[in-house]
């Protein structure tokens, strides 16, 4: 018995001995990322602390409706330009009065990569005291899944349609946690719904790390609607992001670069784009250049870890 | 009881504006340099290095950061204050009707300048005008012992339990904001006993972390319009408060400006000449002149432009044969100026008179006294039955 209860992970810990900060019912979408992680990252930091949003597709559920709530968390809404600034704000006059507060912004990547990118650069080279999560869905997926910075090479989205003379987004993804690690940052992670275990290692690691200055965690978390993939699909592809190497996990304490989870005998990437059909239209040749890339960001991370070793 | 006699220093009205500022002791600074306001920011971050402002100073990568890094900390219960200028009040726009519509008390020093779309590096009101439907509490004053007394009362109006708006202190970039003036520096527990009435009022509500309250929930249908209507009534109620508030300052001070507006000569005037800012100083001067010759002139200056004090210009402007305005913005859609288009709305309350609208002092034109002679002459001869120009671009003319 005793050796049972040894063995329980503290995933299960986090999970199911600890209140649950959220009604039932929320309005997320069936086999969504963003709602595991939304669910989980109180459960483990705890409670007592400012969560600050912005529009997307947390907000539903964040905000709440007029005097309504789907949650009972201490909340700040702001506008997609204004939550590194506006948690900056709330950060610092609770540490003027002397209160030790976990200030955490929640937001996709539209916000963090794109529109709200400046002030999410800006406090990040202040060393704010915050901690910035960003779910990255890959794209602005509550307005209809148009593409955002993340989007990654070849993918079709709404305002990156594959058609006749189209293979879908042009660009490949903006690599948000290495720039964000390259501000300086106290901590940088990434992290994903498949591994809750790492996950949770890195936001108890976050909030050791946040009265020191800045933390960034990205988590690569999949829309199942707007990739159009199966609503069961969801943590597979999570999974296959990361055996892949499409999306590596790994930290950077004060700018020491870590793999946290090693990739023995990484699949190709087909393994992971199969199930998404925002990649159904892509040829062979089109694969081959998003292994490519693939490859080489894995290549660049892991160069990062010999550094320091 | 009096105040003490401050210290009095030779200053700019953007120093004028810092010192303001650091004596109010506010818990939130932000700072982002832009033409002309740049020395508010270097004087509040040289009294903060001094060890003479305790506050957290936040030196933001824009305006747009600035206002929502003293709205939010501003929500979470403290008092925040920045300084901003034209194109930087832009760019934070969106930020600003956010604190407004959040409800949270900041207040803004603003050297007023021209916007974009012309690159100009001068002085205008463009940028408060463009701003004016923000839901914000807008003051102008004239000269930097104004400003100096504005921004101490801005923080009693912005944060009164009654109020709970942000307040923009607006006065005129490059004239103002470089100009060094004798100011009277008040003590520090002068300022203190003006604003200790704030913290006998009820705490206003805030962000409480660990406790279930959100700030920014998703204000739908009934839930939207109640708000918006209590956000205009407590703008209603900041007319009067100001009175009240400027009123009680000059008790303690020997220092006021008429609440609202500031009249002066208007009791027995017959026409009227209507300014803002700096320009007022200079139209006093005419008004004394044109007095001598035998005009009955007066002269209202503006200060509070949002909400625009209704009751208060009637009162004043009932009774008068012609009224002539001047701007030193447009009121694009309308072809006049800004104020003289708001004036206008008073009609039907003070009767149909000749109103004249002077736009000038643009893109730091002087208003000059010839100016503002020209005014009064023309708004003279239309009180008395002449043909007149409704709109002047003064500068265009000469």
């Known amino acids: 018995m005793a050796q049972q209860e040894k063995k329980k992970s503290r995933v299960f810990d986090y999970f199911c001995e600890k209140e649950d900060p ?4 929320v309005a997320w979408c069936a086999g969504c990322t963003l709602e595991l992680a939304a669910r989980f990252v109180p459960k483990v930091l705890g409670n007592d602390m400012v969560l600050v949003g ?9 905000y709440g409706q007029n005097t309504g709530a789907w949650h009972r968390l201490s909340y700040f809404s702001c506008l997609m330009t204004g939550v590194a600034s506006s948690a900056t704000g709330i950060s610092r006059y609770f540490r003027r009065i002397g209160k030790d507060v976990t200030v955490v912004c929640f937001t996709g ?5 794109d529109v709200g990118f400046q002030p999410l650069s800006g406090a990040a080279e202040r060393n704010e005291h915050i901690i910035y999560i960003c779910y990255d869905n890959e794209g602005y997926m509550n307005t209809g899944y148009q593409r955002s910075s993340t989007t990654p090479l070849g993918a079709s989205t709404s305002t990156t349609p594959a058609g006749i003379a189209s293979k879908g987004k042009p660009t490949p993804a903006k690599n948000m946690p290495l720039i964000m690690s390259l501000h300086g940052a106290a901590y940088v992670a990434t992290a994903t719904l498949s591994h809750l ?26 829309c199942n609607m707007g990739w159009r993939m199966e609503s069961n699909s969801s943590i597979q592809v999570c999974r296959m992001a990361v055996r892949t190497n499409y999306f590596p996990l790994w930290e950077a304490e004060n ?25 159904a239209h892509l040829k062979e040749a089109d694969i081959d250049k998003l292994q490519q890339m693939v490859d080489e960001r894995y290549a660049f991370i892991k160069g990062l870890c010999a550094i320091g070793n | 009881m009096k105040a003490q006699k401050g210290q009095v220093k030779v200053i700019t009205g953007n120093a004028t504006a810092a010192y303001a500022a650091m ?34 100073m936040v030196e933001v990568e824009g305006e747009n950061s600035a206002m929502n890094v003293v709205a939010a900390a501003s929500i979470s219960g403290g008092r925040a204050f920045t300084a901003t200028s034209s194109w930087g009040l832009s760019f934070m726009y969106d930020a600003v009707q956010q604190a407004s519509g959040f409800r949270a008390p900041v207040v803004m020093a603003i050297a007023n300048r021209e916007t974009p779309g012309i690159l100009a590096v001068s002085g205008g009101q463009q940028d408060i005008v463009s701003a004016r439907d923000t839901g914000w509490i807008q003051i102008i004053v004239e000269d930097c012992q104004e400003i100096f007394d504005t921004i101490i009362m801005a923080f009693r109006l912005a944060e009164d339990y009654d109020i709970q708006l942000p307040v923009m202190v607006n006065y005129d970039g490059f004239y103002l904001s470089y100009l060094a003036q004798a100011v009277e520096i008040a003590a520090r527990e002068d300022v203190d006993r003006f604003l200790e009435p704030l913290k006998q ?49 000059g008790e303690l001070f020997g220092r006021s400006y008429g609440g609202q507006i500031e009249e002066y000569l208007t009791g027995d005037a017959e026409i009227i000449v209507i300014a803002s800012g700096g320009a007022a100083g200079t139209a006093r001067t005419v008004v004394d002149a044109k007095r001598n010759e035998g005009i009955k002139v007066g002269l209202i200056k503006i200060r509070l432009f949002r909400p625009f004090p209704r009751k208060r210009l009637v009162e004043a402007l009932r009774g008068k044969k012609a009224i002539g305005v001047i701007d030193r913005s447009v009121c694009f859609g309308w072809n ?14 003070i009767g149909v008179v000749p109103m004249l609208s002077y736009i000038d002092g643009m893109a730091n034109l002087d208003i000059t006294t010839p100016h503002i002679e020209r005014v009064i002459d023309e708004t003279y001869a239309a009180a008395r039955g002449k043909p007149y120009q409704e709109v002047t671009w003064i500068p265009l003319e000469e």
Not at chain 1, 109 to 113: H, K, L, P, Q, R
Not at chain 1, 257 to 277: D, G, K, M, S, V
Not at chain 2, 336 to 349: F, I, K
């Open chain 2, 201 to 249: 009022q009820p705490q206003r509500p805030r962000l409480v972390p660990g406790e279930p309250l959100g700030a920014g929930t998703h204000g739908i249908e009934i839930g939207f319009v109640e708000l918006r209507y209590k956000h205009c009534t407590a703008m209603e109620r900041a007319t009067t408060k100001l009175d009240k508030i400027d009123k009680e300052f």
């Open chain 2, 336 to 349: 006049c100026g800004p104020m003289y288009m708001e004036l206008r709305a008073l009609s039907p309350d």
């Open chain 1, 22 to 25: 959220y009604v039932g019912g």
């Open chain 1, 109 to 113: 990547d539209g916000c963090a990569a």
């Open chain 1, 255 to 279: 700018g020491k670069f870590r793999l946290t989870q090693e990739t023995a005998n990484p699949r190709p990437i087909q393994e992971f784009t199969r199930p998404i059909r925002k990649f």
């Open chain 1, 54 to 62: 912005c529009p997307g597709c947390s907000a539903p559920v964040f």
């Open chain 2, 23 to 56: 004596l109010c002791r506010p818990d939130v600074v932000t700072s982002y340099p832009i033409t002309p306001m740049s020395e508010v920011a270097e004087q509040l971050s040289a009294f903060h290095a001094d060890g003479i402002l305790d506050a957290e």
């Open chain 1, 197 to 222: 275990e790492d996950f949770a290692k890195k936001l108890l690691k976050a909030k050791e790390k946040k009265n020191e200055g800045f933390v960034y965690i990205h988590v690569f978390a999949p």
